[in-house]
């Protein structure tokens, strides 16, 4: 008895110094649906990586995008991985403010990732950020609303088509709204859903020489669509909004359509915590016939800043949240509807997924729709659908969301929000010596 209570002490002690000797890593992500599932799981990873502990500080999307930038700008060293998009990672690999993903293991399979995807997270052929999941944007809807006023969605709808049945749809004595659109402020909220949908209406931030373009007419018919749109049919108290706002609108029955993220699919079909997961069809983006969709192309995305001191462990954790492995892993514990789209290619191959997820194949759709390097009807000097990939967009693109959110809210006209976005971007962009 002595001897097994001494080795039972001395196991103890053992695992309370290798506990001691483990490497901690602190990973920065946004309070998306799909990373607080990847939290669950992450017994899994620590499983096979004892030698690891993991530190989760998990943001809202505006707050989480202000840290990180803040971090990785001053070196502040806070993170050892970090949830970034699309927008951020050719910029910060370009400031090598990132290191290249280049030890994610021989079984990692980069050339899966969807091509569109891989292109937007690498500078000069090497990856910098590895996508956790990948979206575009499209249109879910209630299919019993939408019978009930004997309309059929098409498959490629126009906005003309969507203010017609968002008109037939919105019953306020029953709380159903037409439909729900982010009005939330900020570059990666409003004005995510805002400049892909100007896209589609011809308009443009800046014209070939980087001349802002908010006193043209594309744009005033944008934003008063929008506005108009949202106030004959939108939920109260929109200009609030975002991406979790609308989806918890939608899953309770109160939208008639919701045009956002592809990812959210998932999160409405799910009659674990969807009220209308039975209802729900989907549809691309919308349209006016001039060629452009208002559609995004966007990933969360892992990265890791250069100033960590524990790359290697950093790397495993990437590899592993990124990995197929881990889309069977969450196969096998929620089903296959819930892995995260839109990052390998495999995923849309695979029966099981096809079967599980309706909105598969329009979600790769709208996906490959996006044209980042030709975003806009007219010519401009950027690449980004739903952003412009400089480092003042940031800031901007906050700046004129708020303005246009106030807008949305009644507290400011059509007319003097674009002109004051017009006067920002103006002294924006000749502070940055784009404009003289």
Not at 105 to 129: F, H, M, Q
Not at 139 to 151: H, I, Q, S, T
Not at 325 to 337: F, I, N, Q, R, T
Not at 374 to 403: D, N
């Amino acid at each position: 008895m002595k001897l097994r209570t001494l080795t039972l002490g001395l196991l103890s002690a053992s695992t309370l110094a290798f506990a001691a000797h483990a490497e901690s890593i602190t990973i920065a992500t946004v309070n998306n649906g799909d990373m607080v599932r990847m939290q669950k799981l992450t017994d899994d990873f620590t499983a096979k990586n004892p030698d690891i502990q993991l530190q989760w500080v998990t943001l809202e999307e505006n707050v989480l995008r202000e840290r990180v930038t803040t971090d990785i700008a001053t070196k502040g060293g806070q993170y050892d991985v970090m949830t970034i998009g699309t927008y951020e990672v050719p910029i910060w690999a370009k400031q090598s403010w990132l290191l290249p993903l280049d030890k994610l293991g021989d079984d990692y399979d980069v050339k899966d990732i969807i091509p569109a995807i891989a292109g937007g997270l690498s500078v000069d052929g090497t990856l910098y950020a590895a996508p956790f999941y990948g979206e575009s944007s499209f249109v879910m809807y209630r299919k019993d609303l939408m019978e009930k006023a004997g309309l059929t969605m098409p498959d490629a709808p126009t906005w003309d088509f969507i203010k017609q049945a968002a008109d037939k749809m919105t019953d306020r004595a029953n709380g159903v709204n037409g439909v729900c659109l982010r009005g939330k402020a900020g570059w990666g909220e409003n004005m995510a859903f805002l400049t892909a949908m100007s896209n589609s209406f011809g308009a443009r931030w800046f014209d070939e020489n980087w001349k802002p373009q908010f006193d043209q007419p594309e744009w005033k018919n944008t934003l008063q669509f929008y506005v108009d749109l949202m106030k004959a049919n939108g939920p109260e108290g929109a200009s609030s909004n975002g991406f979790n706002e609308n989806l918890a609108l939608f899953q309770q029955g109160k939208c008639g359509m919701w045009i956002d993220a592809t990812v959210a699919a998932s999160f409405v079909s799910d009659p674990k915590n969807s009220t209308v997961a039975d209802k729900v069809g989907y549809a691309l983006a919308p349209d006016n016939g001039l060629g452009k969709r208002g559609n995004w192309l966007w990933a969360w995305s892992l990265a890791i800043p250069a100033g960590t001191q524990k790359a290697d462990s950093a790397q495993k954790f990437v590899s592993w949240a990124t990995s197929k492995a881990y889309a069977e892993l969450v196969a096998s514990k929620e089903g296959w509807a819930n892995v995260p789209p839109g990052t390998r290619s495999s995923l849309y191959a695979n029966p099981e997924y096809q079967k599980a997820a309706p909105f598969a194949k329009m979600t790769l759709d709208s996906i490959n729709a996006a044209d980042p390097t030709h975003p806009t009807v007219k010519p401009v000097p950027y690449v980004g659908v739903q952003f412009v990939a400089i480092p003042e967009f940031q800031g901007l693109g906050t700046t004129v969301g708020q303005l246009f959110s106030a807008a949305l809210a009644g507290q400011t006209s059509v007319d003097d929000a674009l002109k004051q976005a017009q006067d920002a971007a103006t002294a924006t962009m000749t502070e940055g010596g784009y404009i003289q």
